[in-house]
């Protein structure tokens, strides 16, 4: 049992690293980070990733016979209050955010919208020499930032296991303040979606922050970053301190440093 203390409960709120399956009545106070659509069978499950005041991130589930009841009142990067709720296992290998555990909305759960004047962002960044030794866990997502490079063409590529007889990939480096750089793939609509709005920044220096993405090998046996489908979120030269740090960062090499892999630190 995770142990509760007067710290774990915040203005009537609970922080978000309390929550456990433990107890059955909380309530929070949390900015949503992300809102997605995910087919479950013949239904959907509608998930978010839900922040507060203490940077702590959850993932939240909303099942199918209720998303009607919730959706309208579930906008990514507002704030809201959420009261009874059920917290759960997070079962899969993969895990959005480092939590343990989710949150599983009833039907008598309550969401209302509050006013909070802050201007937090919520980044999971990782240093890229981490990422490419190996040390970071492939099985938790993270969030990473640096400078458009060396951007392939987007291609179509033939698949008989998707519905639309195959999918958009493309390819593209980013290049952190330490000139180390990460192969990305992304794939889908997200694709897609970069190409284009590189596209329209491409004569000038693009930043690029990915929030949720995986990590996995390459053919090459090389740690590389790729999307997750509809969760993994992209922002190109977002109005942000970071951005402008590395607008005004002028490297005097471009070198590439040779990462020694190591085995993985599983959580």
């Known amino acids: 049992m995770i142990p509760f203390t007067s710290d774990s409960c915040d203005g009537g709120y609970f922080r978000i690293a309390s929550l456990n399956p433990n107890m059955g009545e909380w309530s929070v106070s949390v900015k949503i980070l992300n809102c997605w659509s995910v087919s479950r069978g013949t239904g959907r499950e509608l998930n978010m990733i839900l922040g507060d ?81 190996g040390i970071v866990n492939p099985n938790i997502c993270v969030d990473v930032v640096g400078k458009i490079v060396n951007v392939r063409e987007l291609v179509f590529v033939p698949s008989v296991e998707h519905s639309q007889g195959g999918y958009f990939e ?39 922050i990915i929030k949720f993405v995986k990590l996995e090998l390459s053919q090459e046996h090389r740690w590389r970053c ?8 992209i922002m190109l030269n977002p109005d942000l301190s970071i951005t402008d740090e590395m607008l005004c960062w002028n490297p005097e090499n471009d070198q590439v440093p040779i990462i020694t892999r190591k085995e993985n630190v599983m959580e």
Request: aromatic share 10%; proline share 2%.
């Open 53 to 133: 005041e203490h940077f702590t991130q959850i993932q939240a589930v909303v099942r199918d016979e209720l998303i009607d009841n919730y959706l309208s009142r579930l906008i990514i990067d507002e704030w809201v209050s959420i009261k009874n709720f059920d917290v759960s296992r997070v079962n899969s290998i993969l895990r959005p955010v480092p939590h343990r555990f989710k949150i599983v909305f009833r039907s008598d759960t309550l969401v209302q919208s509050i006013n909070m004047c802050s201007s937090r962002t919520y980044f999971n960044l990782t240093e890229f020499v981490s990422i490419l030794s």
């Open 170 to 208: 493309l390819y593209f480096g980013l290049r952190d303040t330490e000139c180390i750089h990460l192969e990305c793939r992304l794939t889908g609509d997200l694709a897609v979606e970069f190409y284009d709005l590189w596209k329209q920044r491409s004569r000038n220096t693009v930043i690029c």
């Open 226 to 233: 790729t999307n997750v489908t509809g969760s993994t979120r």
